[in-house]
């Protein structure tokens, strides 16, 4: 039986953001519709076969949960930064999993044990991405794989647009600077798609509590945001209304990667 996951001294922007996803948790999965619909596509990518199984940034366990029942005879971990997620995730889906608490620039992983690592849009969370990719170097066994998205620059564009708030939102790398920390932490990239994906909300209130979702946000810490402020988003933004709503833009990353052992 699994214990809680301890809680990790954090630096201050980790702290933040695990933080907003703990408090995120109970919500999660309710309002993680993008999310959810890019985690599908990633999965029809997976090994037939796994035994060591890694879900990084796990969140509120959903597709831990999936792995494990997928691979019934692996062992699946299921690790995120989030206390709150972890708990949440554990109270959901029970002790057959191991639950972890961790940074994927330095996980708490023994060199070569894991064999597949999957991560639904997670590591644009880390500012580091090269000690990102040299971790899964050194955690992937001999022949291991990871099967990855995360998003790049101008997602959320809609947003920063409408809040003209475009620092506030997630600060990502580009398709280029990701390939090449991969290719020096040794790492092989089998294979590597970048996509635009769009989803459309009935109204700005829906729109806000979906890019919850990735962590972004757009008040200022400690900040209000007043009447005048919350009109002018709104009329930029039903500036972009199309027929089927107010767009959201996702720019994804999906990676295949192989250890080189």
């Not at 933080?19 to 999660?28: E, M, V």
């Not at 796994?50 to 949960?65: E, F, I, N, R």
């Not at 955690?139 to 947003?159: D, F, K, M, Y």
């Not at 979906?210 to 402020?229: D, E, F, H, T, Y």
Request: glycine share 6%.
């Amino acid at each position: 039986m699994n214990t809680p996951a301890t809680s990790l001294p954090l630096p201050h922007w980790q702290e933040r953001v695990a933080h907003a996803f703990s408090r995120a948790a109970p919500r999660y999965d309710a309002l993680a519709i993008a999310q959810r619909d890019i985690g599908e596509a990633l999965w029809q990518t997976l090994p037939e076969s796994a035994q060591h199984v890694l879900d990084l940034g796990c969140g509120t366990g959903y597709w831990t949960q999936q792995l494990a029942s997928h691979y019934p005879n692996a062992t699946t971990t299921g690790l995120d930064l989030a206390p709150g997620m972890l708990a949440h995730a554990q109270a959901q889906y029970g002790d057959a999993i191991r639950w972890q608490q961790g940074d994927a620039a330095a996980l708490p992983l023994n060199d070569a044990s894991v064999d597949l690592v999957f991560s639904n849009l997670a590591i644009q969370w880390c500012p580091d991405i090269g000690a990102v990719m040299r971790e899964l170097a050194r955690v992937l066994s001999p022949g291991g794989q990871a099967r990855i998205t995360t998003l790049l620059p101008g997602t959320l564009s809609e947003v920063a647009t409408a809040w003209q708030r475009p620092e506030a939102l997630l600060q990502t790398p580009d398709a280029s600077a990701v390939q090449r920390a991969i290719q020096q932490s040794g790492l092989h990239l089998t294979q590597h798609a970048c996509n635009q994906r769009r989803f459309f909300y009935p109204d700005l209130n829906a729109v806000m509590a979906s890019i919850k979702g990735v962590g972004a946000q757009v008040a200022r810490p400690n900040a209000r945001l007043n009447r005048q402020a919350l009109a002018t988003a709104q009329a930029r933004y039903e500036s972009l209304r199309t027929p089927q709503g107010l767009p959201v833009s996702y720019h994804c990353l999906t990676l295949q990667l192989e250890s080189a052992r």
